[in-house]
């Protein structure tokens, strides 16, 4: 049994409502673990990467979806409509200094990423100033900061979605995001200006 002690307990509450409202109390928190524990581990881990280039930091927190055996790209991932390359809470990448990505010039600040993938031809890559939101709905074109054109790339399988920057020299690095055998991969060039 759970005693609480008497100076926690306020002189108002009389003692048998006193029980029944650390009854509830214990309850509560009985359940809400208990809650925790059925749901197990979730199915899309979170990730993230920090890089910096020259003397700007880039980093990218997302969620992890795993492939699982699933046809990605034209199937789970439908051709030619805005995607949320992630799980969860939409995949929000930050620029400690403004920064040129793909040659178009981008502020300092934090963004949620958006793609749109395509069977044929170039995919595009959004930057929405909308940066905490669900990864669904797309917070929708007037929310856009910049979309640029990317040419997808065939490489080696990736079982769980993976964002990285496989190149960074000096004040150059590409941003790729790959999943499954597809993946596309972004210039951000970070030239210095002193503060």
Do not use: N
């Amino acid at each position: 049994m759970v005693r609480c002690p008497e100076t926690l307990v306020s002189p108002m509450i009389r003692p048998k409502q006193s029980l029944l409202l650390m009854c509830a109390v214990a309850l509560a928190a009985l359940g809400g673990a208990r809650g925790l524990a059925a749901q197990g581990y979730p199915f899309s881990q979170r990730g993230s990467v920090s890089q910096m280039i020259a003397f700007t930091e880039v980093t990218v927190t997302y969620g992890r979806p795993v492939a699982r055996g699933r046809v990605l790209f034209g199937a789970l991932v439908p051709w030619d409509s805005v995607w949320h390359p992630g799980a969860d809470s939409a995949t929000v990448i930050r620029f400690s200094r403004d920064v040129l990505l793909e040659g178009r010039e981008v502020k300092a600040g934090e963004y949620s990423l958006w793609l749109i993938p395509r069977e044929r031809g170039p995919w595009t890559l959004i930057l929405s100033r909308a940066a905490h939101v669900f990864h669904t709905p797309y917070p929708g074109a007037g929310r856009d900061a910049l979309r640029v054109e990317l040419e997808p790339e065939t490489l080696s399988h990736m079982e769980s979605l993976a964002i990285y920057f496989p190149k960074v020299l000096r004040d150059e690095g590409g941003l790729r995001l790959h999943w499954g055998t597809l993946g596309v991969t972004a210039g951000v060039r970070a030239p210095f200006r002193p503060d």
